[in-house]
C-alpha cells in the first residue's frame, strides 16, 4: 500500500511538473516575454500539443497575459485582485479568458493587435468550440484507472496534475498581486509571494517579474527558489532552447538605487 501512494504521487508530481512547464517555460517565458528561444521542432509541437497537456489555448494565454502587464491592477487588467477581489480572481480570470478566445476568433484589433507577432491561430479545439474536450479525455484516464484498475487515488493524481492551471492561475494571479514582498518600486501592486512562487515554478515572484519582464529568470535575491528556471537551463543545456535575456544583479542593483523607477517594458 505504501508504494501505492508513492506511486500516485510521482505521477500527480510528473503531470504537474509537465503542466507547469508548457504554462511557465513555454506559455510565459517563451512564446509571451519572448525571453527564450524555442527550437523550432519544439515550438510547433507545443503549439499543437498546448491546449491537450494544459486545458489552455496558448495564443489566448498569452495575449491576456500581456495585457495584464500593460493594464497591472486596474480596471482593464484581466485578473487583478484589486478589480476581481482575492477569491473573486478564480471567477474573475475564467470570465477574461473566454472574453480574450472570442475576440481573437472574432478578429477583434484590441486582442489580435497584442499578439500579432504569434504566426499561429486560436487552437482547433476552441475554433471548433472542443475546448472541453482535453478535460474530458483527461478524466477519461482517472475513471479508467478507477473503474478498471480499481485505482482511483492514481487515476485523480494524474488528472489533478494535469489539468493543474487554473488553481496555479488563480494562486499567481491573486496572491502575487496582494500578499507578499516588494524588491522594487513599481506601478502596480506586484508582490513576490514565497509560498506561491515555491509551488508555480517562480510564478510567485511578481514584483520581480513586473520589474523585469523579458527576464527568463524570475528571482533576485539568494534565497529565491525559481525551479522554472532551472528547468530553463537544463533545456537549453539540451539545446531546445536558448536564453536570450537575464536580468542580471546589475541591473537589480539599479532598480533598487533608483526609488522612482518603475516597469521599463509592458511585455
Known sequence: MTNYYWLCTAVFLGTYCLNMTY???FYHRGFTHESIRIHPKLRKFIVISGSWITGIDLKAWACMHRMHHMYSDTMNDPHSPKRWGLLGTMLGQLRSYELTIRGLM????????????????????N????????????????????????SWLLGYAYFAG??????????????????GYRNFKTSDDSRNN???????????FQNNHHRF????????????LDFGWFITQVLASLSVVEILHVASGK?????????????VATY
Not at 472574432?106 to 479545439?125: A, C, G, H, Q, W
Open 251 to 263: 541591473d537589480a542593483m539599479a532598480a533598487s538605487e533608483d526609488p522612482e523607477i518603475a516597469v
Open 213 to 224: 519582464p523579458k527576464s527568463a529568470k524570475f528571482s533576485m535575491r539568494w534565497f529565491e
Open 23 to 25: 504554462i511557465s517555460v
Open 162 to 179: 494535469m489539468m493543474s492551471h487554473p488553481i496555479q492561475g488563480w494562486l499567481v494571479n491573486a496572491f502575487g498581486h496582494a500578499h
Open 127 to 150: 475554433r471548433k468550440r472542443l475546448w472541453a474536450l482535453p478535460y474530458a479525455l483527461h478524466a477519461a484516464v482517472w475513471l479508467t484507472c478507477g473503474m478498471v484498475f480499481n
Open 106 to 125: 472574432r478578429k477583434k484589433p484590441e486582442y489580435t493587435n497584442i499578439v500579432r507577432d504569434l504566426d499561429f491561430d486560436v487552437s482547433l479545439l
Open 194 to 204: 514565497t509560498l506561491v512562487a515555491l509551488t508555480c515554478f517562480g510564478e510567485g
